[in-house]
């Protein structure tokens, strides 16, 4: 089946500093790369859904200079929190859809700021 | 937007018992995925059923898309299956996912 990578699993970091993670599709071209926020207990929120090659599209209420996403090939995409707070510390999941209507998702990456 | 709501939404079972999720969706669409979120946090895919019944060894899903609910069985479950369980669904002019808040599975041996 189709695998998707997330980099890092784990990460923990200052306040004030920026963190990347990286999501790859590793055997599959995926057009449209979505990203989710997950909190304890709860469902995914999805934050920016993005496609190869333009600008991501935000969800409502997220804001785009903090989190930076990247699409930059078909299978690769970024999320880049920017001057990380403790309230961006979460769950966060990246997914790839192919070109059919399946979605697969990411191991996801925890991050703590502290 | 779509609303997705999952019952029970949480569930504890004996090892080796059977159960029933549920999904209800307020609209028609055209893409619904069953996800088994594990205690590590990967959401792994387990059927993708917009409409009729699948089977997968121990789990099945069926589908009534005019009645505008799913469900997902379990039979003879045991501790690996433990883990959230989601539904997700998708109408045809929609670029999104919509995800139900999830049932959590406890079995316990």
């Known amino acids: 089946g189709a695998v998707v990578s997330q980099h890092p699993s784990w990460v923990i970091c200052k306040s004030g500093t920026s963190v990347k993670i990286e999501c790859r599709s590793l055997?599959?071209?995926?057009?449209?790369m979505f990203w989710y926020r997950q909190f304890p207990k709860q469902s995914l929120m999805l934050m920016a859904t993005?496609?190869?090659?333009?600008?991501?599209?935000?969800e409502q209420g997220v804001e785009k200079d903090k989190f930076l996403i990247n699409h930059a090939s078909l299978t690769l995409s970024t999320l880049t929190v920017t001057s990380a707070h403790p309230e961006d510390s979460s769950f966060y999941i990246c997914?790839?859809?192919?070109?059919?209507?399946?979605?697969?998702f990411g191991p996801g990456t925890r991050l703590l700021v502290l | 937007g779509i609303q997705v709501e999952q019952s029970p939404p949480d569930l504890i079972l004996q090892e080796g018992a059977n159960s029933t999720l549920r999904c209800n969706f307020s609209?028609?669409?055209?893409?619904l995925q069953w996800f088994h979120q594990n205690p590590w946090g990967q959401l792994i895919n387990l059927f993708y059923?917009?409409?009729g019944t699948k089977q997968n060894g121990r789990l099945s899903a069926t589908t009534v898309a005019t009645e505008r609910y799913s469900l997902l069985y379990i039979s003879s479950s045991q501790t690996t299956d433990s883990g959230v369980y989601f539904c997700?669904?998708?109408?045809?002019?929609?670029?999104?996912?919509?995800f139900g808040a999830g049932t959590t599975v406890t079995v316990r041996a």
């Open positions: 059923i917009p409409s």
């Open positions: 997914s790839a859809r192919t070109s059919g209507e399946t979605q697969y």
């Open positions: 609209d028609s669409v055209n893409n």
């Open positions: 993005s496609n190869e090659g333009s600008k991501a599209t935000y």
């Open positions: 055997d599959f071209q995926a057009t449209t």
């Open positions: 997700a669904v998708r109408r045809s002019n929609d670029y999104k996912l919509s």
